[in-house]
């Protein structure tokens, strides 16, 4: 009888933004992503459930939500207001919800949307991207940039 391999669950990126929030999805491998969705919602507890629907519907193991650094260091309202929302998600589920350095993530989801994907997602994916290959680098035992280790 063969035995089933086991994976591990993908894992889900978030770009919070004021209005719209990006999501993207790892491969099952956590070796690459794609741009999932854009969620339009501005009340906290409903972006919460519809965040924790899609991880439960996608088979996600674990959640990575960009933070917006400024370009000079220290911190300003957005950055204050997604380290508030990465807290109340953690405080809604079981799953591990970590944060990660979103800079420039907007910039270059504007650079390489080729097609109708939004421009969110994309970012979402570029921030789940450098998480996933700061992960590999650090399983290799190569230094890794980022606001927590993964």
Known sequence: ???????????????????????ALSDPLRITCRPL???????????????????????????????PRPLSGGSNAHLRGVERFAAALAGHTSLPVKTWDERFTS?????D??????????AACHLLQSYLDA???????????????P
């Open 1 to 23: 009888m063969t035995e089933a391999v086991s994976r591990p669950p993908r894992i889900l990126g978030v770009d919070v933004g004021g209005v719209r929030t990006g999501l």
């Open 37 to 67: 969705t854009v969620l339009v919602e501005r009340d906290e507890g409903r972006l919460i459930e519809k965040i924790l629907r899609i991880a439960e519907a996608e088979d996600v193991g674990e959640i990575v939500i960009g933070l």
């Open 107 to 111: 910039k270059l989801a504007e650079r």
């Open 113 to 122: 949307r080729k097609d109708r994907t939004p421009a969110d997602a994309v």
């Open 135 to 149: 992960s590999r680098n650090a399983r290799a035992g190569r230094s890794a940039d980022g606001e927590e280790g």
